[in-house]
């Protein structure tokens, strides 16, 4: 069996995270990382070279590049590794704005063969894939409409403080966090040609913004409102699916950091018979995160037999980027106030 040399750019928590569910896997090995936290080339103890500059990694004899890095460097080394003949795997976002992801699938095109993923990893939660199940089965009928918030307590400036620099990252909560809430509300109901918002920086007085309101109308009238903040004291995840018949809500999100609470998922069908509401409920509470392993895998397993990236493809991408791009954009002071533009999007 063939085993796929792996390189990681960044080699901070996610990084690191990754690399326990690459060598777990049986096609793939980690052999080289680069992070800027290392003054220079060396050999780890556990048989790793690292660099200092994921430039200097691109140089080691590797098949795939997982990109760990700061919005302002994903989509570089995304076009450089594919430009060096690697299957790439990015994190999410694919850079700090459409331009980013439109130069990244310019190479792509060039590229046959080679394969790109994009980590949005909590299409991979049970919770989720459960919810898309009961969907995808019709039983409750279609999507009616979606509420989400997903929060935490404040934007972290670490690595120099380039989270909260607009010139670095491109945005700020919406970018880094909510983008895995309309992603996954994207995959559910498809694309949204009506965006109205509030965006704000009050609180925490950076560049980039600590709260975002945004409610959409798709084509086919389904509405969905999401509020992605860094002002949510006691962190939250919480997700509200209203179907025809029924009501579906994921709460709580198993994380790293394991403060959003348990992950849970309800199903609540409506009643017809009662002017307060329905009582009953199905609820199953998940206690193991198996999104890491899942994604991890199916990339392997692409690579391997060849297949097309159906989750987290650069398509993928580019729609959640441009969804982020017209929030920004459709609150005016927000869009007069960084100068914000929609950038005109070839068919693709």
């Known amino acids: 069996m063939k085993k796929y040399r792996v390189g990681i ?28 936290t290392f003054n220079k080339k060396r050999k780890q103890q556990d048989g790793l070279v690292a660099y200092p500059d994921y430039n200097l990694l691109l140089d080691h004899d590797l098949d795939v590049l997982f990109v760990c890095l700061p919005n302002y460097l994903a989509a570089d080394a ?7 003949g690697l299957h790439v795997f990015c994190e999410k976002p ?17 590229k046959i063969g080679l394969k790109l993923k994009y980590g949005f990893n909590h299409r991979y939660h049970d919770s989720f894939i459960e919810a898309g199940k009961v969907i995808s089965s019709s039983k409750h009928g279609r999507i009616v409409n979606i509420r989400g918030v997903y929060g935490k ?38 694309d949204f040609d009506e965006v109205h918002s509030f965006i704000s920086n009050e609180y925490w007085k ?3 913004e600590d709260n975002a309101f945004a409610l959409m109308r798709s084509k086919n009238g389904c509405v969905a409102m999401i509020h992605s903040t860094a002002t949510q004291w006691q962190h939250r995840f919480r997700l509200e699916i209203t179907l025809k018949d029924a009501m579906i809500e994921l709460t709580g999100i198993l994380s790293g950091s394991k403060s959003y609470g348990e992950e849970k998922l309800k199903i609540i ?13 199905i609820s199953k509470v998940f206690l193991q995160d198996n999104s890491w392993k899942r994604e991890i895998d199916e990339f392997a397993e692409i690579i391997v037999k060849n297949k097309k990236v159906v989750n987290g493809s650069s398509r ?30 070839k068919k693709q």
């Open 9 to 36: 750019a960044g080699y901070g928590v996610v990084g690191q995270r990754r690399r326990n569910f690459i060598d777990s896997n049986p096609h793939f090995i980690t052999t080289a990382i680069s992070d800027v």
């Open 78 to 84: 995304t076009i450089k590794g594919l430009n060096k």
């Open 94 to 110: 694919p850079g700090r704005d459409v331009n980013d992801i439109l130069n990244v699938i310019e190479t792509e095109k060039k």
């Open 153 to 190: 307590s404040r934007i972290i400036p670490f690595h120099g403080g380039w989270r909260s620099q607009r010139n670095l990252a491109g945005g700020g909560i919406l970018l880094d966090q909510g983008i895995h809430m309309l992603d996954m509300i994207s995959s559910l109901a498809g």
């Open 206 to 208: 950076h560049d980039v």
């Open 269 to 281: 069908p409506r009643n017809d018979g009662s002017v307060n509401g329905a009582f009953n409920e």
């Open 316 to 345: 993928d991408a580019l729609k959640v980027m441009e969804l982020v791009q017209k929030i920004y954009y459709s609150d005016k002071k927000w869009r007069d106030k960084f100068d914000i533009n929609l950038p005109t999007i």
